[in-house]
C-alpha cells in the first residue's frame, strides 16, 4: 500500500490541471457574489449560477483593465484558466477578463476573431507602412452626415489646407456597414485616389463600433496599399480595425491630425532651411578665403602672382556658382511660401466678404445657409467686408433643397 501526503496530493492535481490545455482558456457565464476587492488591488469573487458556485481571482494587473464597475449580482462572462490553489486544496478560475453579460456574444465574437486575425499575422508591426509627411491627396471614409466628417475636416482644413480631400460616403453602423466601409478603401487603391486613408466614426457601444470588428473590414485594410489610419469611437474603444491599421488615432479628430502636417510647422521649417543655407555659404565662403589667403603666404611656388590670381580667378566664379544657387533656392522658397499663403488667403473669410460676398446669421449667431432655414419675421444679422447690417425677413422664397 502507498501511502501519500496531503502535500504530495495537491501538488498531483495542480499538475494535471496546469497540463490540460482544456482548462487554459475558459468562458464562464455566472452571476457575481462575494466580491471584493483587496487593498493589494486584486479583486476576488464567487461566481454563481442556479445549481454551481466557483470562487475566482483576478489579479491586480487584469483588474486593473476592467472597463465597468462590478458589484455583486451582475451576470457577467469571465475569460480564464482554472487550476487549483495548492494550500487549500481548492480549485478556482483566475480571471483574465471580463465582460457584462448582456454584450457576451459579441465580445466573444471579438476575442475570437481577434485571436484568429493576430494568429495569421494582420497585426504584425513588419507589416505596417509609414504615413506620408506631406501629402497631397488624403481620403475619408466614414458617414457623409456623422458629427465625425465635420471634426476630420474641421482639423484638416485648419492644419493643412493644401491637401485635397475626398470623401467616401460609407454606412458606419448596422446591416451592410462593413460592406461599404471594404468597398471604400478598395475604391481608392484601384483608382490611386489617396496618399493616406483615414477610416473611422464617432463614439457609440460596441454594437454600434461593430462594422469595424468584421473581418470583411479587417481585410480591406490589411490588403490596402495606401496607408490606413483608423479612428474609430473615443480614447478608450478598441476595435479589430484598429489592430490591423498602420496608424491608430483615439478619436477621428486625432485621425486628421496624425493624417497631416501642421501648416505653420511647414512655414517654420522653411524659415529655418532658409537660414540654415545661408550659415552654409557663409561658412564655405570664409574657409575658400582662408585657403586662397594660405596660399598667397606661401613662399613653394615661384610665380605666386600667376597663382594668386588662378586662385582668386576661381575664388571668384566658386562665389558666383555659390551666390546664383543660393539665389535661386530663395526665390524657390518665396515662390513656394507666396504659394501657401494664397492658399492660405483664398481661404479666409474676411477675403470672400471683400469680394462682394455677405455672410448671413441667425438671433442665435449661427450661420444661415439656406432659405429653408427662415420663415418671415425672423431676424437677422448680414455681415459685410466693412460692417454689419441687422435685418428682418419680409417675405421667404424657397427653391430646391441643395
Same mark, same amino acid.
Request: aromatic share 8%.
Given at each position: 500500500?502507498?501511502?501519500?501526503?496531503?502535500?504530495?496530493?495537491?501538488?498531483?492535481?495542480?499538475?494535471?490541471?496546469?497540463?490540460?490545455?482544456?482548462?487554459?482558456?475558459?468562458?464562464?457565464?455566472?452571476?457575481?457574489?462575494?466580491?471584493?476587492?483587496?487593498?493589494?488591488?486584486?479583486?476576488?469573487?464567487?461566481?454563481?449560477?442556479?445549481?454551481?458556485?466557483?470562487?475566482?481571482?483576478?489579479?491586480?494587473?487584469?483588474?486593473?483593465?476592467?472597463?465597468?464597475?462590478?458589484?455583486?449580482?451582475?451576470?457577467?462572462?469571465?475569460?480564464?484558466?482554472?487550476?487549483?490553489?495548492?494550500?487549500?486544496?481548492?480549485?478556482?478560475?483566475?480571471?483574465?477578463?471580463?465582460?457584462?453579460?448582456?454584450?457576451?456574444?459579441?465580445?466573444?465574437?471579438?476575442?475570437?476573431?481577434?485571436?484568429?486575425?493576430?494568429?495569421?499575422?494582420?497585426?504584425?508591426?513588419?507589416?505596417?507602412?509609414?504615413?506620408?509627411?506631406?501629402?497631397?491627396?488624403?481620403?475619408?471614409?466614414?458617414?457623409?452626415?456623422?458629427?465625425?466628417?465635420?471634426?476630420?475636416?474641421?482639423?484638416?482644413?485648419?492644419?493643412?489646407?493644401?491637401?485635397?480631400?475626398?470623401?467616401?460616403?460609407?454606412?458606419?453602423?448596422?446591416?451592410?456597414?462593413?460592406?461599404?466601409?471594404?468597398?471604400?478603401?478598395?475604391?481608392?487603391?484601384?483608382?490611386?485616389?489617396?496618399?493616406?486613408?483615414?477610416?473611422?466614426?464617432?463614439?457609440?457601444?460596441?454594437?454600434?463600433?461593430?462594422?469595424?470588428?468584421?473581418?470583411?473590414?479587417?481585410?480591406?485594410?490589411?490588403?490596402?496599399?495606401?496607408?490606413?489610419?483608423?479612428?474609430?469611437?473615443?480614447?478608450?474603444?478598441?476595435?479589430?480595425?484598429?489592430?490591423?491599421?498602420?496608424?491608430?488615432?483615439?478619436?477621428?479628430?486625432?485621425?486628421?491630425?496624425?493624417?497631416?502636417?501642421?501648416?505653420?510647422?511647414?512655414?517654420?521649417?522653411?524659415?529655418?532651411?532658409?537660414?540654415?543655407?545661408?550659415?552654409?555659404?557663409?561658412?564655405?565662403?570664409?574657409?575658400?578665403?582662408?585657403?586662397?589667403?594660405?596660399?598667397?603666404?606661401?613662399?613653394?611656388?615661384?610665380?605666386?602672382?600667376?597663382?594668386?590670381?588662378?586662385?582668386?580667378?576661381?575664388?571668384?566664379?566658386?562665389?558666383?556658382?555659390?551666390?546664383?544657387?543660393?539665389?535661386?533656392?530663395?526665390?524657390?522658397?518665396?515662390?513656394?511660401? /507666396?504659394?501657401?499663403?494664397?492658399?492660405?488667403?483664398? /481661404?479666409?473669410?474676411?477675403?470672400?466678404?471683400?469680394?462682394?460676398?455677405?455672410?448671413?446669421?441667425?438671433?442665435?449667431?449661427?450661420?444661415?445657409?439656406?432659405?429653408?432655414?427662415?420663415?418671415?419675421?425672423?431676424?437677422?444679422?448680414?455681415?459685410?467686408?466693412?460692417?454689419?447690417?441687422?435685418?428682418?425677413?419680409?417675405?421667404?422664397?424657397?427653391?430646391?433643397?441643395?
Amino acid at each position: 500500500m502507498s501511502v501519500i501526503t496531503v502535500s504530495q496530493l495537491n501538488n498531483y492535481i495542480k499538475r494535471c490541471f496546469d497540463s490540460n490545455a482544456n482548462f487554459q482558456k475558459l468562458y464562464i457565464k455566472g452571476e457575481i457574489s462575494n466580491f471584493k476587492r483587496h487593498s493589494s488591488g486584486h479583486i476576488y469573487l464567487t461566481l454563481k449560477d442556479e445549481g454551481s458556485v466557483l470562487k475566482a481571482v483576478m489579479f491586480r494587473a487584469a483588474a486593473a483593465s476592467l472597463r465597468f464597475d462590478a458589484s455583486n449580482g451582475m451576470k457577467v462572462i469571465a475569460c480564464g484558466r482554472v487550476a487549483v490553489f495548492e494550500r487549500d486544496g481548492q480549485y478556482q478560475l483566475y480571471i483574465e477578463s471580463m465582460m457584462p453579460d448582456g454584450i457576451g456574444e459579441l465580445y466573444l465574437a471579438y476575442e475570437q476573431l481577434k485571436e484568429k486575425l493576430s494568429k495569421e499575422g494582420l497585426f504584425d508591426e513588419s507589416h505596417k507602412k509609414p504615413i506620408p509627411k506631406y501629402p497631397s491627396k488624403i481620403g475619408v471614409i466614414t458617414s457623409p452626415t456623422g458629427a465625425a466628417v465635420r471634426d476630420i475636416l474641421n482639423v484638416l482644413k485648419r492644419r493643412y489646407a493644401l491637401a485635397d480631400i475626398y470623401i467616401y460616403p460609407a454606412l458606419v453602423q448596422g446591416v451592410g456597414a462593413a460592406k461599404t466601409i471594404a468597398h471604400g478603401i478598395e475604391c481608392f487603391n484601384r483608382e490611386k485616389l489617396a496618399d493616406v486613408l483615414i477610416v473611422g466614426r464617432g463614439g457609440g457601444s460596441i454594437e454600434d463600433l461593430w462594422a469595424f470588428n468584421e473581418e470583411e473590414v479587417a481585410y480591406a485594410i490589411y490588403n490596402s496599399e495606401i496607408p490606413v489610419i483608423s479612428a474609430v469611437g473615443h480614447e478608450t474603444d478598441f476595435t479589430i480595425a484598429d489592430f490591423v491599421a498602420d496608424l491608430r488615432a483615439p478619436t477621428p479628430s486625432a485621425g486628421a491630425e496624425l493624417a497631416a502636417p501642421s501648416q505653420l510647422d511647414v512655414r517654420q521649417s522653411l524659415v529655418m532651411q532658409k537660414s540654415k543655407l545661408a550659415v552654409c555659404l557663409t561658412n564655405l565662403y570664409k574657409i575658400k578665403a582662408q585657403q586662397l589667403e594660405r596660399i598667397q603666404k606661401s613662399r613653394v611656388f615661384t610665380d605666386y602672382k600667376v597663382i594668386f590670381d588662378d586662385k582668386r580667378l576661381y575664388l571668384d566664379t566658386l562665389s558666383k556658382s555659390l551666390l546664383e544657387l543660393y539665389t535661386k533656392k530663395v526665390e524657390k522658397s518665396k515662390t513656394e511660401l /507666396l504659394k501657401y499663403l494664397s492658399k492660405l488667403e483664398a /481661404l479666409n473669410p474676411a477675403a470672400v466678404l471683400k469680394r462682394g460676398f455677405a455672410s448671413v446669421s441667425g438671433a442665435d449667431k449661427n450661420i444661415i445657409k439656406s432659405a429653408h432655414q427662415l420663415k418671415k419675421g425672423d431676424l437677422i444679422d448680414v455681415t459685410f467686408a466693412d460692417g454689419l447690417a441687422r435685418c428682418s425677413v419680409n417675405s421667404v422664397e424657397k427653391g430646391e433643397k441643395l
